[in-house]
């Protein structure tokens, strides 16, 4: 069932992010499936401390929608720049991205006890360091 929940948000945050592209900036979308990350992860600690396996998979399928929103947009901002090495720069970032999704990977494995609230707050501590992130980059870009 999660697995076709994941798949789920991965397909609509596709297709929402195709939709959205035509209106808005990819930093407002980067924002907006940042903040729908944070929110749905708090609501996924909420339903996971009263045991509520039905909304648990609502507010997951949130998270990720927040972040299948947020992702794309994010690696395609982040080889702006770079088009005359693009071979190259998105080989080395590819790299780069799949080292951290790894290390946070096997991060989660050594934090996680037993308990249905680790997951939902490992996703909120990522979604508000990306969020961090956003910002830091944000006013770093407008200085």
């Not at 998270?63 to 720069?89: D, K, Q």
């Not at 990522?126 to 944000?138: C, D, E, H, K, T």
């Amino acid at each position: 069932m999660l697995g076709l929940v994941l798949a789920a948000a991965s397909l609509l945050g596709a297709l929402i992010v195709t939709q959205l592209l035509n209106r808005y900036r990819p930093e407002q979308l980067v924002l907006a499936g940042l903040g729908l990350s944070v929110l749905a992860s708090v609501g996924l600690i909420v339903v996971a401390s009263l045991n509520q396996a039905g909304w648990m998979l609502v507010f997951i399928f949130l998270a990720f929608l927040g972040l299948n929103i947020t992702l794309p947009n994010a690696l395609n901002r982040a080889l702006v720049g770079y088009e005359a090495i693009m071979g190259s720069a998105s080989g080395w970032f590819s790299l780069a991205y799949y080292l951290l999704v790894s290390l946070l990977t096997y991060l989660m494995s050594w934090l996680h006890h037993g308990s249905i609230v680790t997951l939902p707050s490992y996703l909120l501590t990522i979604s508000l360091a990306m969020l961090g992130a956003y910002y830091w980059l944000m006013k770093a870009k407008l200085n």
